[in-house]
């Protein structure tokens, strides 16, 4: 037997690996699949990113340096300026990331020391506790509830002064809820209280639907805030891999002293690229019309199938609620040609809901809208 980490060995699949085994059983099969699983955009990446991206490709390739090119850096630094009003320097407190996933998992080994505690909202993405557990780190939930606005209950917790790391994400995924930025604030002045770090996914910043999220770099005390973001589907570049971590000065001097050894940056045409992407907020607009017609589309469907919408109005994804198991509801609309996620695959507390993201084409949603009509599923 090969040796394997026991961590790894007692972690179930990876919930997402486990939707493209469906959808090549149901292909296998001869299921016409319409993908509504994985949250990865297919809308083009415009064209001057594209531009950009190979207008940056040098003669000779070098290893990227974690600290990033300056002039990247500066560009996400306007852009928090001009998005949220907030002054962030350029030089000490924005580091650049593949994405923000590899950014969130690794996070906790970089920081996480004698506090051991880190707490996780559930339902959520999988990758904070997945990370943390590789870290060696302890994990507790913060239950979200349709009640309660998907909003953890900070009053119910207890155990404030074991904390190294707190997770949000707002926008949510995956119910598509917001944040008020009073709550930010209040959980920003307990992280401050209490010494440990409030960490937010602000993945989903750039699609809503009602009214501009807030993000969490907006607080009154925002020392002890570390705020992850990337362009995956802001500007529909996933494969891209260029994001961003802003934090404090001695947040970001941990990560470029822990980020060499992994070897993490983007290559340096992935950041010329987003340099300009970050420049342009007309390619935005356009993707939110695209995400909000497929939402017209889809929706009244769904309601009209029996699904009520239980999540926000934010993100690409819908959070439905079902009165079945949510994988036998997921596994039924599979036969009929839709891939959604069931919700106990982003804990227990999702039970109950399945989530679609809106990233099949228009005309794929339309069709996708024709078969719920016509099924009653």
């Given at each position: 037997m090969i040796p394997r980490s026991p961590v790894l060995s007692a972690l179930a699949q990876y919930p997402f690996a486990r939707l493209d085994d469906w959808r090549a059983e149901a292909r296998a099969r001869g299921v016409d699949v319409i993908d509504f699983g994985v949250g990865d955009p297919r809308e083009p990446t415009p064209e001057f990113i594209r531009d950009a991206l190979a207008q940056g490709v040098a003669d000779v390739s070098s290893y990227p340096r974690a600290v990033g090119l300056p002039e990247y850096r500066e560009a996400v630094a306007a852009w928090l300026s001009r998005r949220f009003g907030v002054e962030v320097n350029a030089g000490t407190e924005i580091v650049p990331t593949l994405g923000s996933k590899e950014a969130i998992f690794s996070f906790a080994q970089?920081?996480?020391?004698?506090?051991?505690?880190?707490?996780?909202?559930?339902?959520?993405?999988?990758?904070?506790?997945?990370?943390?557990?590789?870290?060696?780190?302890?994990?507790?939930?913060?239950?979200?509830?349709?009640?309660?606005?998907?909003?953890?209950?900070?009053?119910?917790f207890d155990r404030w002064d074991e904390l190294a790391l707190v997770w949000t994400c707002y926008p949510n995924n995956p119910t598509g809820a917001t944040a008020p930025l009073a709550f930010l604030d209040e959980l920003a002045a307990r992280a401050h209280e209490h010494g440990f770090l409030l960490c937010s996914d602000?993945?989903?910043?750039?699609?809503?639907?009602?009214d501009p999220p807030v993000?969490?770099?907006?607080?009154?005390?925002?020392?002890?805030?570390?705020?992850?973001?990337?362009?995956?589907?802001?500007?529909?570049?996933?494969?891209?891999?260029?994001?961003f971590v802003a934090a404090s000065r001695?947040?970001?001097?941990?990560?470029?002293?822990?980020?060499?050894?992994?070897?993490?940056?983007?290559?340096e045409f992935v950041q010329r690229a987003g340099l300009a992407a970050y420049a342009d907020e007309a390619h935005v607009e356009?993707?939110?019309?695209?995400?909000?017609?497929?939402?017209?589309?889809?929706?009244?469907?769904?309601?009209?199938?029996?699904?009520?919408?239980?999540g926000?109005?934010?993100?690409?994804?819908?959070?439905?609620a079902v009165d079945e198991p949510s994988e036998k509801v997921a596994r039924r609309l599979l036969e009929r040609g839709l891939l959604v996620a069931p919700g106990s695959f982003f804990g227990p507390a999702g039970?109950?809901?399945v989530r679609l993201a809106l990233v099949p084409d228009e005309d794929d949603c339309r069709r996708a809208a024709a078969i719920l009509l016509g099924s009653g599923a």
């Open positions: 970089a920081v996480v020391g004698e506090r051991r505690l880190v707490a996780v909202p559930e339902p959520a993405y999988p990758v904070y506790e997945r990370g943390a557990l590789f870290a060696g780190a302890e994990v507790v939930t913060l239950p979200l509830a349709e009640a309660n606005g998907w909003l953890p209950d900070l009053e119910s602000e993945a989903y910043s750039e699609l809503w639907f009602g993000s969490a770099l907006q607080v009154r005390e925002r020392e002890n805030v570390v705020v992850f973001n990337t362009l995956s589907k802001r500007s529909s570049m996933t494969g891209y891999r260029c994001g001695d947040v970001c001097d941990a990560l470029r002293a822990f980020r060499p050894t992994l070897g993490t940056a983007p290559q356009a993707v939110r019309s695209v995400y909000r017609r497929k939402r017209e589309v889809l929706l009244p469907a769904l309601e009209a199938a029996g699904f009520r919408s239980a926000g109005d934010a993100s690409f994804f819908l959070w439905l039970e109950g809901y």
